[in-house]
């Protein structure tokens, strides 16, 4: 599966974006995704992720309350609703597509990567 990360940008701390990851080429609903993102200097960390059917996510604790994981199926989308945007949330995102549960918050096991979407939050 292809996967394309946008909607990125500049934004003031407080502020909200929402990125998308379009899928195309294998059976979309086939995948869980997740969102890493990488800060400059840092490894990549895990801020959230979503089950086939939507019915399940999972968010890092440094996200959670303020970032939200959905899915379209339908539109072979996954969103990532952020809000209340802090300037330590600055990285790339990257979306990715996995098929097992297991090791969910480690980028390994992840066998598709979108090309990521920079979010800078300025202060």
């Known amino acids: 599966v292809q996967l394309q990360a946008s909607g990125g940008g500049l934004v003031q701390a407080g502020g909200s974006l929402r990125l998308s990851c379009a899928a195309s080429?294998?059976?979309?609903?086939?995948?869980?995704i997740s969102w890493f993102r990488q800060a400059p200097g840092k490894e990549r960390e895990f801020a959230a992720a979503?089950?086939?059917?939507?019915?399940?996510?999972w968010h890092a604790d440094s996200v959670k309350g303020r970032f939200s994981i959905s899915r379209e199926n339908a539109k072979n989308t996954v969103f990532l609703e952020m809000n209340s945007l802090k300037p330590e949330d600055t990285a790339v995102y990257y979306c990715?597509?996995?098929?097992?549960?297991?090791?969910?918050?480690?980028?390994?096991?992840?066998?598709?990567w979108g090309q990521g979407t920079l979010v800078t939050v300025s202060s």
């Open positions: 990715a597509a996995r098929t097992t549960i297991g090791g969910i918050a480690t980028a390994r096991g992840n066998v598709y």
């Open positions: 080429g294998r059976t979309f609903s086939n995948y869980i």
């Open positions: 979503i089950s086939w059917n939507g019915s399940s996510t």
